[in-house]
């Protein structure tokens, strides 16, 4: 594997988060749009769902792209290639509608997952 880099660590962070915030508004913002009427509006949006895959694709694209050159990197391409493609078929097929949480979910988990291997990884790696 190659050196830790600090732009590794800042893809691999951002990563993470979107994978969470996306997380959070396919599982919080139902439970919201109970108590707030602007929560409801916002678990709905289906342009949201979509930013966030859109987001998604090239932070996490660009860090699939480098591994491919790092040894090492198996795991993490297989997690993050599945997971990208979770959360662009529930964003953006329309016959998987139906399952559109789920597969959200479970893309997120495995890219976050991921995302976390390789930074785990590259720490301990440093010290």
């Known amino acids: 594997m190659s050196a830790r880099t600090p732009g590794a660590a800042a893809i691999d962070g951002a990563a993470i ?25 916002w678990a709905e949006a289906e342009w949201v769902h979509k930013l966030f895959v859109v987001a998604a694709l090239p932070l996490s694209g660009f860090a699939i792209a480098r591994a491919f050159s790092s040894k090492g990197q198996t795991l993490f391409i297989a997690l993050a290639l599945t997971g990208l493609s979770l959360l662009v078929a529930s964003a953006f097929v329309e016959a998987l509608h139906d399952y559109e949480t789920v597969l959200t979910v479970a893309g997120a988990l495995m890219l976050a997952a991921a995302h976390g291997w390789r930074w785990q990884t590259h720490a301990s790696m440093q010290k």
């Open 17 to 41: 988060s979107l994978s969470g915030l996306c997380i959070i508004h396919c599982l919080a913002l139902p439970l919201l749009a109970a108590i707030l009427p602007i929560a409801g509006m």
